[in-house]
């Protein structure tokens, strides 16, 4: 599985970005597909996952600002973000985890101005 990620770019605080992971195959039959961030000099952090039955797990510090969704038919996975804060800024990395293993896509940087 190769993973597509775009819809970065730079926003003001209280913004809004819709991140898109494209996949080459059918994410139909994935475990989970997750987002996760890394900011300069820190470790990567997930920021939201969906399994295969469409359950949502999100960090606490986007819950409630962060959705993250699928489309099986498009195989794309998306991560509509509002309200966005100087601290969201990161490169935004998308992963799928199919028969086991872990898929990464190549980041989107994501930069939230004050």
Do not use: H
């Not at 190769?2 to 195959?25: M, T």
């Amino acid at each position: 599985v190769q993973l597509q990620a775009s819809g970065g770019g730079l926003v003001q605080a209280g913004g809004s970005l819709r991140l898109s992971c494209a996949a080459s195959g059918s994410i139909f039959s994935i475990d989970a597909m997750g987002w996760y961030r890394q900011a300069p000099e820190k470790q990567r952090e997930l920021v939201a996952l969906i399994t295969s039955g469409m359950r949502t797990v999100y960090a606490d510090s986007v819950k409630g600002r962060v959705t993250i969704s699928r489309d099986n038919a498009k195989n794309t996975g998306y991560l509509q973000m509002s309200s966005l804060k100087p601290e969201d800024t990161a490169v935004y990395y998308c992963n799928v985890v199919r028969d086991g293993k872990i898929y990464w896509g190549q980041g989107t940087q994501v930069t939230v101005s004050s």
